[in-house]
Structures are given as structure tokens and as C-alpha cells.
């Protein structure tokens, strides 16, 4: 894939004279910048690859470093910003995602091929986002705590980590950087952020906003290209502090590992296999409106997408013949028109993964393929990456499509006799996003939240829909330990100090003063 990749970058600089494609720049220091290397990658419509969208940099290791040395002298002067009045700068970049929401919504859909209406959510994501950190500037709370001395005042204040690297995946290319780029940017830090290779210009809208806004030079930094050169420098680099990505778990892995190498502060936002259980009492209609949103939304490249339906046998049947209904009318097509339902996958190689684990489903595993399971290729889906919303019925917990991450259109019907089988098949996978149930029952409802081993939990609705004054994150190989928003993403970009006060006028010692010997 890498060798694919690299073939076409050297195919786009022959070719770059010849069209009148904008070629698009890195952001350093205050300046937009090509490449040092020169090089650059075409950034392709997925429902219509003759559309080359723009030509963004494939930069260097050099890159990077020009980058982190402009986010370190932009440093100090960041941090030393009161707050609300970053905040403020913050709120600017907010109103003007929001007058620009439309052309950011259809640069989307054009890049990344999520229909228009997800594209639009995906973008107010990031206004939200951005109005909540902006918010967060007044807050930013520390706390203070009685000390244990006399005439000793105790408290803890949050100081900016520092400069931060951050790294993002394409299948949410405003949202998820917004997630990481504002709270960093209210807590005093600055960055350099590296969007996915196939959506770079959802990210170059946002940096831009922020660059109106009157973020100073050098706070933000923006350095398109692949991860095996920028990401990896970025993870490696030994002036940045905090590394935050989001991605796949094996390049969450690697980024980890360089981390460790340095000491760096690591924050991983990974796969996941989301389930929704469906029991005997539950809503079937509504149960499977929320298992074809969450499973065939964004064309199923959610981190949260509903992958395994775990429904019990009394209403198995009636659940996946009403889903296997709703599924065969989804229209296919480029999500700039409004009629679609479901748009292109990513890529090339997203299609071959996808259609690999489909024959992997009908073939190895052995399971039913209830409807879908092609590839659109005639006509108007000649140029684009299509593939029919798939679903596969008399699945076990253990086949390869329950357990492994497909991250395209197909999403596995699963039988089970009870709620407490449910629930160890839902935690029965390496990953722990979300998880959701839909009964009537209160008791079961809270029963399975309770026992399922996931970040995130939903009753009587999908796995996926995030609102960001909550955290997001995930348990076992989806994440380590964060929560991106929320207030809990201020612990992510932020560190703690606690600070003693004594006004004694004398030595006092913690510990040994002041104490009475028992007995
Ligand atoms: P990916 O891991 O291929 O790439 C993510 C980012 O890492 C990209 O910017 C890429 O260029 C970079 N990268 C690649 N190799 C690198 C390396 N060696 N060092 C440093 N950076 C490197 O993931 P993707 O295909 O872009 O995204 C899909 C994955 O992301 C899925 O697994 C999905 O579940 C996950 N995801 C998780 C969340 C979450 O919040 N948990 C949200 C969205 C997506």
C-alpha cells in the first residue's frame, strides 16, 4: 500500500503542471509553506477518482522539525495568554466554522464521501467542540483541599504540558482533530497536528479558521503527508511532550512504543467491534432503525459502527428479515446527492479489506450472507468505491467477522437465548468502545450497562452519536486509559501541580509535625 502510494506521489509531481489543480500548503510558524522535500499527494474523490480535489505536501522529517521548532517558540507566549483570552480566540475560530459550515460540509463529503448530511454533523461536531473549549477558557478549574498542617493552604492548579503532536485518522476529518487541536490550544499547549493522507483539506479548513481567528504564529502547526515518515517523526520527536492519536490499534501500537522509547505522555484513541444486543422485549422496529444507522452510517467506518447485532432467538428471525429489508433500500451512490443513503468507502484498499472479510464471512467462517456482499463498479459507480451494504445472518461469536475490525458496510446477525449470554458475547472482543441494548425491561437495561466492558453505553439507541460534554473513549485494545471531551480531555492536555502555602513563619513537617503518637 505504502509502495502504491509513494508510485502515485511520484506520478502527481510529473503530472503537476499539466492541471490546474490548487496545490495546497503546510502551515508553520504563521506561514504556509510546500514541502522542503517539494513532493505532493493528490488528494482523490472516492465516489469519482478523476476529481483531484487539491495537491497537499508529502513532507519530510525535516518538515516536522521546522514545525516543532516553530511550536516551541510560540510556546511561551501561548501559555502565557490568560486563558479566557485564548478562549476567545477560540470562540472567533467557532463562528467561523459555523458562517463557513456549508463549504466545509461539501469539501467533506468530497473528500472523505460520507453523505452530505453526516459530513454536516461531522463539521457542527467541531463547532461544538470548539464553543465548548472555548467555555472551558473561564473554567479550566483547579481545586484547593485543607492542608494538614496549621497556617498551611493547600491547592492544584493545571499547567499546558507543552507541545503536543497530534495524529488523526479520515473517517471523522474535522470532528476528531477539533477533539484534540481545541482543548489543547485552551490549555496553553501548542501543536503540530498531521490529518489522515486521504482527507487533508477537512484539517486545512480548520487550521485556517484558526488562522482567521488570530491564533498567533506558530501555535498551530499543520504538516500533511503519510504517517510513515511525519507520523512516525511526530510520535519520535524529542521536544514534543505529548503525543495524541487516533487511529487503527496497530498504529496506535507503534505510536506507543516511541513513545515509551522518550517518556512522552501518549494518548490512543483505537478500533473497536461495537455491539448492540436486541432482546425478546424489545422495540424490533426501532431496534433495527438503529442497528441500519449505526452499522451502514458513514458507510460503516465508524470507530462506533454497530458491527454485531446480538439478538435473541424469539425475535431473530423477524429482526434480521426486517433489517435485511431495510438494508436492500439503502441507496448507494456519491454522497453530494441528497438521495443517497450510503456513499463510497475510503479507498482502494479499503474496498479490498472489505471485500476480503466478506469472502472471509461467506467462505472460511461460514456464515449466511443475508443481502449485499458486491462491489458496485458500472455505470455512475465506475470511478468510485462502492460496495453494497452486506449483512450476514447465523453468525457465532467466534467467526472472524464477530471479532476482527471490517470497518466498511457489514455487520453480522448473532443468536443468542439470554441477556447474560449477550453480554459475554458483546465483551468477547479485543476492543471496548460501545456497546447499546434495546429492551423495555429497566432491569435489563441496567444490568447490561452495568456488565459491559466498553468507554461508552447506549439504551434503546445505536452505538455510535457521540456529544462532546461527555467523554469518548474506550476499555481494552480501543484505548489506554484517556477520554478525549468532556472536561476529562483537560487531563489529557493538561498537568497538575499542587502547590503548598505555608504562612506559619515556621518549619513545619508533613508528616512528623503535629502528630500525636498513637496510643
Ligand atoms: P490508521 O491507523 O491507518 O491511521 C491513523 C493516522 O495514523 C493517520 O494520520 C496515519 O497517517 C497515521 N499513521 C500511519 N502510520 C503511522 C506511523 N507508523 N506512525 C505514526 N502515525 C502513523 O487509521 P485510519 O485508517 O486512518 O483510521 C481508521 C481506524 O481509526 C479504525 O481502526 C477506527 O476504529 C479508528 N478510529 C478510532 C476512533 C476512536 O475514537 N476510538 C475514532 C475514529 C477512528
Not at 38 to 51: C, F, H, L, M, S
Not at 200 to 223: D, F, M, Q, R
Request: charge should be neutral.
Amino acid at each position: 500500500m505504502v509502495q502504491a502510494k509513494k508510485a502515485l506521489a511520484k506520478k502527481t509531481r510529473a503530472t503537476s503542471t499539466k492541471t490546474q489543480t490548487e496545490n495546497y500548503k503546510n502551515y508553520i510558524g504563521g506561514k504556509w509553506v510546500p514541502s522542503r522535500g517539494g513532493d505532493r499527494i493528490e488528494n482523490r474523490n472516492p465516489a469519482d477518482t478523476r476529481d483531484i480535489i487539491g495537491r497537499f505536501p508529502l513532507s519530510t522529517e525535516a518538515d516536522v522539525d521546522a514545525a516543532v521548532a516553530a511550536a516551541a517558540e510560540a510556546f511561551d507566549g501561548w501559555r502565557l495568554t490568560p486563558a479566557p483570552r485564548r478562549a476567545e480566540i477560540l470562540f472567533r475560530a467557532g463562528e467561523i466554522l459555523m458562517r463557513d459550515k456549508e463549504k466545509y460540509t461539501r469539501d467533506m463529503t468530497r473528500e472523505m464521501g460520507k453523505v452530505l448530511k453526516e459530513a454536516g454533523g461531522d463539521v457542527q461536531e467541531a463547532i461544538d467542540c470548539t464553543y465548548y473549549a472555548a467555555g472551558e477558557g473561564r473554567r479550566l478549574h483547579g481545586f484547593t483541599t485543607p492542608a494538614e498542617m496549621p497556617d498551611k493552604f493547600a491547592m492544584c492548579v493545571r499547567q499546558p504540558v507543552g507541545l503536543c503532536g497530534l495524529i488523526t485518522p479520515w473517517n471523522f476529518p474535522m470532528a476528531i482533530p477539533s477533539w484534540k487541536l481545541m482543548p489543547a490550544l485552551v490549555c496553553g499547549n501548542t501543536v503540530v497536528i498531521k490529518p489522515a493522507e486521504d482527507t487533508p483539506i477537512s484539517t486545512y479548513n480548520l487550521i485556517k479558521a484558526c488562522e482567521e481567528a488570530g491564533v498567533p504564529p506558530g501555535v498551530v502547526n499543520l504538516v500533511t503527508g503519510y504517517g510513515e515518515t511525519v507520523g512516525a517523526r511526530i510520535s519520535s520527536h524529542p521536544s514534543l511532550r505529548l503525543i495524541s492519536f487516533t487511529g487503527s490499534t496497530e498504529t496506535g501500537r507503534t505510536v506507543a512504543y516511541a513513545c515509551a522509547e522518550r517518556n512522552a505522555i501518549c494518548s490512543l484513541e483505537m478500533g473497536g467491534k461495537n455491539a448492540i444486543i436486541v432482546m425478546d422485549d424489545a422495540d424490533v422496529d426501532n431496534a433495527v432503525e438503529g442497528a441500519v444507522w449505526g452499522a451502514f452510517g458513514t458507510s460503516g467506518q465508524r470507530c462506533t459502527a454497530s458491527s454485531r447485532l446480538i439478538v435473541h432467538k424469539k425475535v431473530y428471525k423477524k429482526f434480521s428479515a426486517k433489517l435485511v429489508e431495510r438494508a436492500q433500500q439503502l441507496r448507494v451512490g456519491n454522497g453530494a446527492d441528497p438521495k443517497v443513503d450510503v456513499g463510497p468507502v475510503i479507498n482502494a484498499d479499503a474496498v479490498e479489506k472489505i471485500m476480503r472479510y466478506i469472502d472471509i464471512g461467506e467462505n472460511e467462517d461460514g456464515a449466511t450472507r443475508a443481502c449485499g456482499g458486491n462491489q458496485l463498479k458500472k455505470g455512475d459507480y465506475a470511478h468510485g468505491y462502492f460496495i453494497e451494504p452486506t449483512v450476514f445472518t447465523d453468525v457465532t461469536p467466534d467467526m472472524r467477522i464477530a471479532q476482527e475490525e471490517i470497518f466498511g458496510p457489514v455487520t453480522s446477525v448473532i443468536p443468542t437465548k439470554s441477556l447474560d449470554e449477550a453480554i459475554e458475547i458483546a465483551n468477547g472482543v479485543r476492543y471496548g468502545l460501545s456497546a447499546a441494548i434495546y429492551t423495555q425491561d429497566v432491569n435489563r437495561a441496567f444490568h447490561a450497562m452495568n456488565e459491559t466492558y466498553t468507554g461508552i453505553f447506549y439504551i434503546n439507541s445505536a452505538t455510535i452519536g457521540a456529544e462532546v460534554h461527555l467523554p469518548f473513549g474506550g476499555t481494552k485494545g480501543t484505548g489506554n486509559g484517556h477520554r478525549e471531551a468532556g472536561t476529562q480531555v483537560l487531563d489529557i492536555f493538561s498537568e497538575w501541580k499542587s502547590i503548598y502555602v505555608d504562612y506559619s513563619g515556621k518549619l513545619q513537617r508533613a508528616q512528623i509535625d503535629n502528630k500525636k503518637a498513637i496510643g
